[in-house]
């Protein structure tokens, strides 16, 4: 097994642990840090397919997947902050039943 391949192997061993977390966990956290388990296999597959020839390698699905990491992050950012404030506003709703 070359290296290329081992590598897709695991990415989509990631891909598959991160769907697995999506359709089995209830919770957003854990459902969102499974959708992030599954990007980073994609964008390591992506890699791995980089490889085609071993003297030179694609700079396209590089270039793809360093963007990819970007709007990944501030995805990942964005969602922290909307479940961050859903859990406030749960929690001001729980607060306000009690004083009611």
């Known amino acids: 097994m070359n290296q290329p391949l081992f590598f897709a192997w695991v990415g989509a061993a990631l ?5 697995y ?5 209830g919770h957003l956290l854990r459902k ?3 959708l992030n388990v599954m990007g980073n296999g994609v964008f ?3 890699i791995a397919l980089a490889r085609r020839n ?4 694609d700079p396209i699905p590089h270039a793809m997947v360093l963007t990819g990491l970007v ?6 950012a964005f969602a922290l902050v909307l ?3 859903l859990a406030r506003q749960e929690q001001n709703q729980e607060s306000s039943e009690h004083d009611s």
């Not at 071993?54 to 390698?57: A, E, F, G, L, Y």
């Not at 709007?71 to 990942?76: E, N, P």
Request: no cysteine; charged share 5%.
């Open 15 to 19: 891909f598959g642990i991160g769907l």
């Open 21 to 25: 977390g999506l359709l089995v966990h």
């Open 71 to 76: 709007i990944s992050v501030s995805a990942t």
């Open 54 to 57: 071993p003297m030179v390698t």
């Open 32 to 34: 969102f840090v499974a």
């Open 83 to 85: 479940l961050k404030r």
């Open 44 to 46: 390591l597959v992506f």
